[in-house]
């Protein structure tokens, strides 16, 4: 049996298991430290109370001989894909179809499987640093994508590059930076993709986090994106779903690839050949916990949730500036990227910052090279948690 070559060319571990993998190496050595973990954004608050009793409710009708349900739909319950097509487009002025929505069971997965239905030849770019998923994604399918550098000087916000590419990853608000695309920067994403013909990934994932209304939630409020843009969006961290796991993927019919001969395919359809062959649908009493996110408790309760985050973020870009830190996002996204301390290697702060403050976070050249020299704090933790860190912090660089 011959093995799929690609994987060689991937780092040894992935980001977030090679940082536990320290973490407990640390903890095993250090066995009376609290280790403070802000380092994968893992929400900490419970689930919203209107959620759990949406749960508890399916759970019952599933022990129930009358209301039991086997295989749902493959892309979604109608009472979901209604609350998400009204919630997040209708209210936002789009509308998206029901059949355009596919519900599942992550963002992490459909990001990682959508590249399943692009040509092994397509050039595919991502801006650098980068959820690393993307990137992993199509080395193991055998494609190296083009890196688009973000820097302090473009506000990690980089424009679209000169060289035209089939595919291109945008994640606004965006992780790892914690930094947010506005509406003109996206209007000349979707310019650029429309006139190169490109497809646009664009994970929304932190839109629940974005709380200036002049910004746009959805690349949706963009005219001309439903041409050229698949959508992603997470339940993870607008509504605490990453240990429930439900997400979903917008996938508009008007969004186009070419086949051998030249001839347009709706990528709609190959999706929804994608989806249900190799998935059976996220679980009931999971999409009935998601679609409780939008009823008028659940809206108030993760809203609230989402705010502690944010007040969280808050404390921590006050907190590092204060330590002499500079610090880009956490105003729309419940991270803060960091200039590492004296010019550290982000692996070399990695380690200082666990030595000397027993903090845990992300260092930036896991995100890749465009990563190195900064450094990711996420806000996901309680608020005692996060001020003790932060008096670490300063004790030790501030
Ligand atoms: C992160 O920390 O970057 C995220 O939690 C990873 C994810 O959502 O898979």
Known sequence: MRINEHYAKLPASYLFP????????????????????????????????????AMHAAVSEMGERATFKGYGPEQGYDFLIDAIREHDYQARGVDIAGDEIFVSDGSKCDSGNIQEIFAVAARVAVTDPVYPVYVDSNVMAGRTPM???????????????????????????????????????????????????????????????????????????????????????????????????????????????????????????????????KFNGASYVVQRGAAAAYSPAGLQQTNAQIAFYMENARLIREGLTAAGFTIFGGVHAPYVWLRTAGGATSWDFFDQLLDKAQVVGTPGAGFGPAGEGYFRLSAFNSRANIEEALGRIRRVFG
């Not at 090679?18 to 066995?31: F, K, M, S, T």
């Open 147 to 277: 890196l688009i550098e973000g820097n302090e000087a473009n506000g990690f916000q980089p424009e679209p590059p000169k060289e035209p590419v089939d595919v291109v990853y945008l994640c606004s608000p965006n992780n790892p930076t914690g930094t947010v695309a506005t509406r003109t920067q996206l209007e000349k994403w979707v310019a650029w993709a429309k006139a190169n013909d490109t497809v646009i990934l664009f994970d929304a994932a932190y839109e629940g986090y974005i709380s200036d209304p002049s910004l746009p939630h959805s690349i949706y409020e963009i005219p001309g994106a439903k041409d050229c843009a698949i959508e992603l969006r997470s339940f993870s961290k607008r509504a605490g779903f990453t240990g429930v796991r439900c997400a979903f993927m917008v996938v508009p019919k008007t969004v186009t690839g070419l086949d051998p001969s030249g001839k347009r395919v709706s990528l709609n359809s190959l999706w929804a050949r994608r989806h249900t062959t």
């Open 18 to 53: 090679e940082i536990g993998r320290r973490v407990r190496a640390y903890q095993a050595a250090h066995p009376d430290a609290k280790v403070i973990r802000l380092g994968i954004g893992d929400v900490t608050e419970p689930l919203a109370p209107a959620i759990v009793e």
